[in-house]
């Protein structure tokens, strides 16, 4: 009886080994890139680059997996990338995935993205960006802000591209930032061009 329950214990020990083993030997590298492999697909966990220059197009497959998803850090702080294009392979922006780049001066967010995570591309330095229609949720502070941690401060003159009734607009409304419909009429971009003038001069007088 007692070896019968030492063997049962063994099997469920090692049943319950199985999905650390699966997720350990999923992890792989390629070139600058670490990235895991979770149902098909390739989750970049990291980039390594320490060459200078600062233009990167981030592959839209490694190890013959596509690439979907921008893991929480993985470019964090990575202050001498400038400009960075994201294939259309990618669904997700993880949690402060870009923050600290602080030499970012032009992102690429190509219209397969769904969500982008809380302070995605805090503390970049590019001065617009558009935001596709595919992009359903945006965490906080995740675009247009700087500062050290928890100081959250608004860009000067940021300005986004969006559409109508999207995660875009409601995110530019919410934090009063300047935005352009792209698929506004003239009429309505001529006075949203009015409002982001006074927005402008309020932000000058009265920054926040």
Known sequence: MKKSISMALAIILALGMIPFMVLSASAAQEGDYTYEVVGGEAIITNYSSTAPGGNITIPSQLGDYPVTKIDDDAFGSRD????????????????????????LASISIPDSVVSIGEEAFYDCSFKSVTIPKSVETIGAHAIGFKGGYSVYTKISNFKLYCYKNTAGQT???????????????????????????????????WPF
């Open 171 to 205: 995110y530019a409304s919410n934090n009063g930032f300047a935005f352009e419909l792209i698929d506004g009429t003239p009429f309505e971009n001529f006075f949203r061009a009015i409002a982001n003038f006074f927005r402008s001069i309020i932000n000058a007088l």
């Open 80 to 103: 001498k990338l400038e400009r960075i294009t994201i294939p259309d392979t990618v669904i997700s922006i993880g949690a402060r995935a870009f923050r600290g780049c602080t030499r």
